[in-house]
């Protein structure tokens, strides 16, 4: 499997174009962030000591949340490149199983996945120390590093579902379009969540990589929630967590951060069933 793996790797890293566009709509963020958003975010905090450092953090977090299943999905594209010219056809027709096949491309789509998320975290924390912000403590760091392992296997496993689906190159291209923008979207990256209609927070607090994007949010603004709400009321913090999407709320009460743990991986054992399923169908 190794040397799939360290094929499909190679077809990925060699092609600038496919990196590129994997990371296309971390960068689309960041512009707007830079451009505008951040300047917005700034000001509905208000006039307090570490307001910037929070909403730097708040958007960071937010990429690094979104940034394993855009670049899983990119990926993936050696599935459709195989397609394209036959050779998934070649390997099926080989001695290697099936299964070893399929996991040579969930196996590397996670390496891919997990390079350059750490790449965006590391220039994350990059962008708020240079804006005045700090660095994470130590605990923090192994915490979101646990994180975007859990998150990495996730996307892997999701996107080689979603993309042995897919046809043609043509299908595949628009569904990364669509996928990127709605992930930023439903991750309340582009509009915080708290200022979405209820019916559809409904529909983001059904979507696992939201819940993603919560408990990274809740580890990356930690230290600067400390300083922006020193000596404030805890129902204030808490309604900034709600309104931003550090937090869900169901009903009156707001949604423990191990549930979320919990649903996220609910997800990965349900997607890797499913899968199991699709390549054992094309073995038979």
Same mark, same amino acid.
């Given at each position: 499997m190794r040397y799939l793996v360290k094929r499909n790797l190679m077809i990925f890293f060699r092609d600038k174009g496919s990196v590129f566009y994997s990371l296309l709509s971390v960068i689309i963020i960041v512009g707007l962030y830079i451009l505008f958003l951040g300047d917005l975010m700034v000001k509905g905090v208000g006039d307090v000591a570490g307001a910037r450092f929070l909403m730097d953090s708040w958007i960071m977090a937010g990429l690094v949340s979104v940034t394993p299943f855009t670049t899983a999905l990119g990926g993936m594209s050696s599935i459709i490149i195989d397609k394209k010219y036959?050779?998934? #056809?070649?390997?099926?027709?080989?001695?290697?199983? *099936?299964?070893?096949? &399929?996991?040579?491309?969930?196996?590397?789509?996670?390496?891919?996945?997990?390079?350059?998320?750490?790449?965006?975290?590391?220039? $994350?924390?990059?962008?708020?120390?240079?804006? $005045? $912000? #700090?660095?994470?403590?130590?605990?923090?760091?192994? #915490?979101t590093l646990l994180m975007i392992l859990l998150t990495t296997a996730t996307s892997s496993i999701l996107m080689f579902y979603l993309v042995t689906s897919f046809k043609s190159i043509n299908a595949y291209s628009a569904a990364s379009t669509v996928i990127g923008t709605l992930i930023g979207f439903l991750t309340g990256i582009y509009i915080p969540i708290g200022n979405l209609p209820e019916a559809v927070q409904t529909v983001i607090k059904l979507f696992p990589p939201s819940h993603v994007a919560l408990l990274m949010r809740r580890i990356m603004m930690e230290q600067a929630e400390q300083i922006v709400f020193a000596g404030a009321k805890p129902e204030l913090m808490e309604a900034f967590r709600v309104e931003l999407g550090s937090a869900? *709320? &169901? $009903?009156? #009460?707001?949604i423990n951060p191990v549930y979320s743990i919990l649903y996220v991986c609910a997800f990965i054992v349900v997607f890797f069933i499913l899968s199991l399923i699709r390549i054992r169908k094309k073995e038979d």
């Open positions: 036959g050779l998934y #056809k070649d390997f099926a027709a080989s001695p290697l199983k *099936r299964s070893v096949i &399929a996991g040579s491309y969930i196996v590397s789509g996670f390496f891919i996945s997990l390079i350059l998320t750490l790449l965006t975290f590391i220039l $994350g924390e990059v962008y708020i120390v240079v804006y $005045g $912000g #700090k660095l994470l403590a130590a605990a923090a760091v192994l #915490k869900f *709320r &169901a $009903g009156d #009460k707001l």
